[in-house]
């Protein structure tokens, strides 16, 4: 089982503003240069997102993925698991927000992914890395605007 990476990013924004833009996920392609495109494939009860086809170009990691999201946490955690995929053969993932203070979010984005290649943990380790790096620093410009 590969470990999961991770990083923690502050934001000076409210909660619940930068709760909106993570819960948005069809919106993701236009704060996340990584995902060029984000298809919802069915929706809960309440109107969440449960499936999303997303096509994701984050340098050595390039595929057209199917995510199931688990909102049984939310809205202090949002969870993906790959359903389906071209290459990866694992995916899974969580957005865990939390506010610092009333004007400031702390979201820490934890990754773990499995390709259907052989590749080296440490360059595996070191894309999961740039993929929530770039993410993170993305969502905080975004949601600082």
Known sequence: MS???SNTISIDAPLAHVQ?????????????????SAEILSKDDQG?????????DAGMMRDRVSLDYDWSE????????????????GMDGAYVIEAEDDETTKVRYELTVS???????????KAEKTT????????????EK
């Open 20 to 36: 909106g833009i993570l819960f948005d996920i069809e919106k993701y392609p236009t704060w996340s240069t990584a995902i060029k």
């Open 3 to 5: 470990e999961t990476s």
């Open 74 to 89: 939310a809205p202090a955690r949002l969870s993906f698991s790959l359903a389906d995929a071209d290459l990866l053969t």
């Open 115 to 125: 390709l259907s290649m052989p590749i080296p943990a440490m360059m595996r380790t």
């Open 132 to 143: 929530i790096d770039q993410a993170l620093s993305q969502l905080k410009a975004f949601a």
């Open 48 to 56: 969440r997102v449960t499936s999303a086809k997303l096509s994701i």
